[in-house]
């Protein structure tokens, strides 16, 4: 529950309110909701990343607005990871998301900080500051992905 509420006092920098413990009716109810999360955020994380690889043009609002977004969204999907939710077979994560839970959880703190930097990097309407914080927030998923999701 530390965990949860961390993360709760955390969204309020952003004024956003998480639920400090959300609760589902069913494990596949949880698998569905981080599923979900994660997929919206990969969504605008995916619009920076066009902007940052240069495959579209950079537009300051645009990059604010995303950022904005994906340090929402980051907070969302790790409530969905709880007891039981392993044995769903839509489930692609890794049974060390449950045998390593302290790592898993530093793993999703990192990339919340990561997005949070981002947000604020992409504020100052510069395109270089995006880069470089979404080389680094990328850099968060991937890690977490080598050793928490399955392909
Ligand atoms: C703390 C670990 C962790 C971090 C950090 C993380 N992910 Fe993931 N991600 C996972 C796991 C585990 C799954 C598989 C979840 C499942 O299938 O239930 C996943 C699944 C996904 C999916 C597929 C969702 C679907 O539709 O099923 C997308 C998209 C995704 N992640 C994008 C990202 C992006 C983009 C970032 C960084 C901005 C990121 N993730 C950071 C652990 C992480």
Known sequence: MKFFACLATAAT??????????????PEDAVKYRQSALSVMGTHF?????????????DAKVAADNAQLVA???RLPWA??????DKDPRSKAMSEVWTE??????????LVAEADKMAAA???GNLDALKTSFGATADSCKSCHDTFRNK
Not at 46 to 58: D, E, Q, S, T, W
Not at 80 to 85: A, C, I, L, Q, R
């Open 13 to 26: 920098l952003l004024t956003v309110v998480v639920p400090a413990s959300a609760q589902f009716a069913k």
């Open 46 to 58: 995916g619009r920076l990343g066009a902007m940052a690889n240069g495959k579209v043009p950079f």
């Open 72 to 74: 929402v969204m980051a």
């Open 80 to 85: 969905g990871f709880g007891p039981g939710t």
């Open 101 to 110: 839970q302290a790592k898993f959880q530093a793993a999703s703190e990192k």
């Open 122 to 124: 992409t504020k100052t």
